[in-house]
């Protein structure tokens, strides 16, 4: 079965350059979560979308910004990027909001 | 107060043992409960859903206690495999899904 896909896996930035993660959920899933963990964390919330709108946000710094394209693919934009921005970010969808999430791989980023 | 409190151990065991470990929550009103496996540097993986008093899959049992407000995952015959942190994630205020920081479970042979 098809899974959430995300894209790309390992990103390595230097500070104050911008970076943009993507994310295909699991199709005809409406709902998209960003989580951001760093070492020996849990996954932080950043921000979800349903049905291309923002339908919560959570500890996302202004740095950062997201969308949910037509196709309800997303993307997470970073700029000015932070030594402490490095970290595995998670992309999760679900169909509906709240219901269970499955999560893709990860996007790896390092900022050097 | 966070949403969702987890010991987070570690849980050091021996195969073949029983090890069981506690979620609590804090909102009342949640109506549901998962478990999420999370191996080192990979994604959080659905172990279990937990919607009514419990439900059981294999050697893992979850159980929801809904007056002490916490749910309870109990794995009997330990694996090596079964070494992972282990979330607890409740949809909580607005329907939200909140995380637990993750119990550490090692089971050494």
């Known amino acids: 079965a098809a899974g959430v896909i995300q894209s790309p896996r390992h990103l390595i930035k230097e500070k104050r350059e911008t970076a943009t993660l993507k994310c295909y959920p699991i199709?005809?899933?409406?709902?998209v979560y960003w989580y951001q963990q760093g070492p020996g964390q849990d996954p932080q919330f950043l921000i979800s979308?349903?049905?291309?709108?923002?339908?919560d946000k959570g500890s996302i710094p202004d740095r950062f910004s997201a969308q949910q394209f037509s196709d309800y693919h997303s993307e997470l934009n970073m700029s000015s990027l932070e030594l402490g921005d490095s970290a595995l970010y998670f992309c999760?969808?679900?169909?509906?909001?709240?219901?269970?999430?499955?999560f893709g791989e990860g996007s790896w980023l390092t900022v050097v | 107060r966070k949403e969702v409190e987890q010991d987070p151990g570690p849980f050091n065991v021996p195969e073949g043992a029983t090890v069981a470990f506690n979620c609590t929550y804090s909102n009342s009103a949640s109506q549901s409960f998962f478990w999420y496996r999370q191996d080192c540097r990979k994604e959080p993986k659905l172990l279990m859903s937990?919607?009514?008093s419990g439900n059981e899959d294999g050697r893992f049992t979850a159980q929801l206690n809904r007056a002490s407000q916490y749910i309870s995952l109990l794995i009997r015959d330990s694996k090596l495999s079964d070494s992972a942190t282990y979330l607890c994630?409740?949809?909580?205020?607005?329907?939200?899904?909140?995380f637990g920081a993750g119990t550490t479970v090692t089971v050494r042979a």
């Open positions: 979308f349903y049905e291309k709108m923002q339908s």
């Open positions: 199709p005809r899933h409406d709902t």
């Open positions: 999760a969808s679900s169909l509906g909001d709240g219901n269970t999430i499955y």
């Open positions: 937990v919607y009514s």
């Open positions: 994630v409740v949809n909580g205020y607005d329907y939200k899904l909140s």
